[in-house]
């Protein structure tokens, strides 16, 4: 279980630098940037297209190297490490819902929930928490029915649900809300503030105001052209 337990902040990112070679020229996607996310936050990042944000996600969970700086998991250096050995980390230590969801539409929300777990061998435990999930998310009901049938908000859910499996400490969402009507953003806004209370840590990149002035955002991070400017709630 994520506990309250450890010391080490959920993410500590620590001057990290972005550099990607485009084709023409060497470009700065990352400058320099430093947080600290502990559990019981909800942080959203926030900036205009093409400020980093998604760059920024994917260095915080562990799927992209920084080019200098370093990401620690959970107090766990992870920048350093082979793809590999990241890899684990990452499968133990994040929970990801990207933007367009990634679902594997052939097989039920059930069995969708249960991929992470796969690596491991599915345990009855597993089966036990993934259907937990599926009823705190109000999924029960199509617990059994192939996610290409869904809405997006069930979707939306059956990733959330997912991303949620291993327990991770950290959470990453990247435009949960970029496509819900103002309900169905609510109740996303909603239950990402619970999961955070439950003991993680929910970093969200939103352009989306319903999100970001919701009332279970702990903070905000206003990422420009690559660069921090934190500003406290
Ligand atoms: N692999 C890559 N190769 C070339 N350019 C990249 C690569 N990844 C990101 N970029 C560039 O880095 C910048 C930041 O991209 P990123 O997707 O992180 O921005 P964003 O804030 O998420 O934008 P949006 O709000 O549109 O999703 C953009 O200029 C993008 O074109
Ligand atoms: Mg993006």
Redesign the pocket.
Known sequence: MASGSHREASASVRNVVKR?W?GRER?I?LADVSFELERGELVVVR?P????????LAVVGAMLSPSSGEVLLDGEPTSRLREAHRAEVRRRKVGFVFQDIQLVDGLTSLDNILLPRVPDGVRPEDTKRAKELLERFGLLDVSDVPTKGLSGGERQRVALARALINDPPLLVLDEPTAHLDDARALSIAKQLAEVAMDGRAVLV?T?DPRLARSSGVTRILE?VAGKLDPMLL
């Open positions: 990607i485009d470009r996607i900036g297209s093409g400020s980093g944000k998604t760059t920024l990149a352009h990422l």
